[in-house]
């Protein structure tokens, strides 16, 4: 049986090594939230957490419950939805026009083994891949609340010879009464946001949250560009810019895109896409080739999980 200060040294190692990568003042606030928790029903009378305390000290319990909430942790890390197809199962479909191509493949992955790869040879090309869950994601005015958040990762490889301010668009398909006709893009792009600056190639590149950010619009119905890029989604959204838009206007689907006027070749990759929307629902897509497998540590975790289940087991007999 091991010392108490082996039992000691052994969980350090694991607190310090499986969350490296964590920051480790917001993991200790966590753990220690869930630690008075659940002393909180232990000093109540709770009959299996009085045996563990009676038999191996406050210490003993302390470690029980680091273990679980660790393994509470990842799960919570790890939220994001596995994406492996682009046919709606999943809530992503896609889009090619002439010469363009896109596929979830391994060629870059971001976390796992995949990411989402989008490339265009010419001007006439287009690729999007749409987010569609069927239902309405919200009103204009919730996505134009502030503590709505819109962010993805995306990565433009080198041999891209399309102007060099290029990355993909984010897009939100509106519509302004109860039909399910889309009047409006609005349309999010680098370029009106960092200026013509050139895209960093060869690496991961993360958005931030464009939500509070410059938007644009394509008129569907008259097919044209309105010309104004500088307003934001809660401008958009007071209804004094275009009579028929304001808040009320539902967003039925978002879409990421590339191509159509972009003369020469792009190709990248996108991963990594989240939409909280105020007052709804988070979206947190993660492109796999195939799904993931449960990383080492996370397999550790539950495997220590059983383990400590069944010395409390052997303990309350």
């Given amino acids: 049986m091991c010392s108490h200060n082996t039992q000691l040294l ?14 480790v003042g917001f993991v200790n606030t966590f753990i220690n939230c869930v630690y008075d928790r659940v002393f909180q029903v232990w000093r109540s009378g709770e009959n299996m957490f009085y045996r563990v305390q009676a ?3 406050e210490e003993t319990m302390k470690k029980f419950v680091f273990i679980f909430a660790l393994i509470a942790f990842v799960n919570f890390v790890n939220a994001a939805e596995t994406i492996t197809l682009l046919d709606y199962s999943q809530n992503w479909g896609s889009y090619v026009r002439n010469g363009a191509s896109q596929e979830i493949n391994t060629d870059q992955p971001r976390n796992g083994n995949g990411s989402l790869m989008q490339s265009t040879t010419s001007g006439s090309d287009k690729a999007i ?12 005015g ?6 709505t958040v819109i962010s993805f990762d995306y990565y433009r490889d080198g ?17 302004t009464d109860s039909d399910t006709d889309i009047e409006y893009y609005i349309k999010w792009e680098a370029a009106y946001n960092n200026g013509t600056s050139s895209i960093v190639t060869d690496i991961w590149n993360s958005t931030g949250n464009i939500a509070n950010e410059n938007w644009w619009i394509w008129d569907v119905v008259n097919g044209q560009a309105i010309t104004s890029y500088n307003y934001t989604l809660a401008d958009w959204s007071v209804g004094s810019i275009l009579q028929d838009l304001n808040g009320d206007a539902s967003v039925l689907y978002c ?5 159509s006027g972009w003369n020469d070749s792009y190709l990248g990759y996108v991963d990594n896409v989240s939409l909280t929307v105020a007052g709804g629902t988070s979206y947190v897509s993660n492109f796999e080739s195939v799904a993931a497998v ?12 059983t383990a400590c289940v069944g010395r409390i087991r052997r303990f309350t007999k």
């Fill in 129 to 140: 891949a749409y987010f569609n869950t069927g239902t309405s994601l919200g009103t204009l």
């Fill in 10 to 23: 052994f969980f350090l190692f694991l607190k310090y090594t499986l969350l490296k990568n964590v920051y």
């Fill in 142 to 147: 919730d996505f134009a609340a502030g503590n």
């Fill in 55 to 57: 038999l191996k000290g």
């Fill in 159 to 175: 041999s891209s010879t399309a102007a060099a301010h290029l990355a993909p668009a984010f897009e939100l398909a509106v519509s």
């Fill in 255 to 259: 879409d990421i895109s590339l191509g």
């Fill in 294 to 305: 449960p990383a080492p540590g996370a397999i550790l975790l539950a495997g220590l999980g």
